[in-house]
């Protein structure tokens, strides 16, 4: 089993959409969570982190749940702006990185 | 925020030749940097952790005499791929943490493209 899990998609939506992508993780003993974002053939960049009351930014909300080691990202109002891939990241003595969900807004 | 910049960003080489990738933090001092190797359509890999003034820790699998890791300074870490071959071709990209350890911010480089013919 892979160490940190997300479906790969691609997930085609209409600007507008709202779009929801799950991860999981396999070590129970992981500290930290967070969604980075990639565009294509370019370096990640943290999205935002991930705690376990939940946190939002704006059309991003990230989620947690430890018991059944799951994260998730919703995004709401998608742009066209936010097609790339979310890569799912997890701590535990080191950041340990999914294969990553690819987005793809259409008009 | 934090800078991280790397070079280069492409290069071509020969089979056989060495080639050698720059990991500059601009802003701060980067006690630790991470190599990561990404293939086409795969996540990133961690290759090692570079430490400052110390040997750097190697991930399993990864061999440390073909990828050679020096971090002399507190801003500058060298990841020098020797003997390239065809199947070294991919994207390498480093990164630091400006925070505490494990604080997840990590800040990466634009990322360097080998390709080795």
């Known amino acids: 089993r892979k160490e940190v899990e997300q479906d790969p998609g691609p997930f085609n939506v209409p600007e507008g959409a709202t779009v929801a992508f799950n991860c999981t993780y396999s070590?129970?003993?992981?500290?930290?969570f967070f969604w980075y974002r990639q565009d294509c053939r370019k370096e990640p960049k943290l999205l935002m982190s991930?705690?376990?009351s939940g946190n939002e930014d704006g059309r991003f909300t990230a989620q947690l749940n430890r018991a059944s080691q799951y994260i998730s990202l919703l995004i709401r109002d998608s742009k066209l702006s936010d097609s790339a891939t979310y890569l799912c990241?997890?701590?535990?003595?080191?950041?340990?990185f999914g294969t990553g969900t690819r987005l793809q807004v259409f008009p | 925020g934090a800078v991280v910049s790397q070079h280069p960003s492409r290069v071509i080489c020969k089979s056989g030749t060495s080639v050698k990738i720059e990991c500059r933090s601009l802003?701060?001092?980067?006690?630790?940097m991470f190599w990561y190797r990404q293939f086409p359509k795969k996540s990133l890999m961690l290759m090692a952790t570079s430490n400052e003034g110390s040997k750097a820790t190697y991930e399993q699998g990864v061999e440390k005499d073909k990828f050679l890791i020096n971090h002399a300074s507190l801003t500058l870490s060298t990841l020098t791929v020797t003997s390239a071959h065809p199947e070294d071709s991919s994207f390498y990209i480093c990164?630091?943490?400006?925070?505490?350890?494990?604080?997840?911010?990590?800040?990466f480089g634009e990322g360097s493209r080998l390709t080795v013919l």
């Open positions: 070590n129970s003993a992981s500290q930290s």
């Open positions: 990241v997890v701590s535990t003595d080191k950041l340990i």
């Open positions: 991930v705690y376990s």
């Open positions: 802003d701060f001092q980067a006690t630790t």
């Open positions: 990164s630091a943490q400006a925070g505490g350890a494990n604080t997840g911010e990590l800040f």
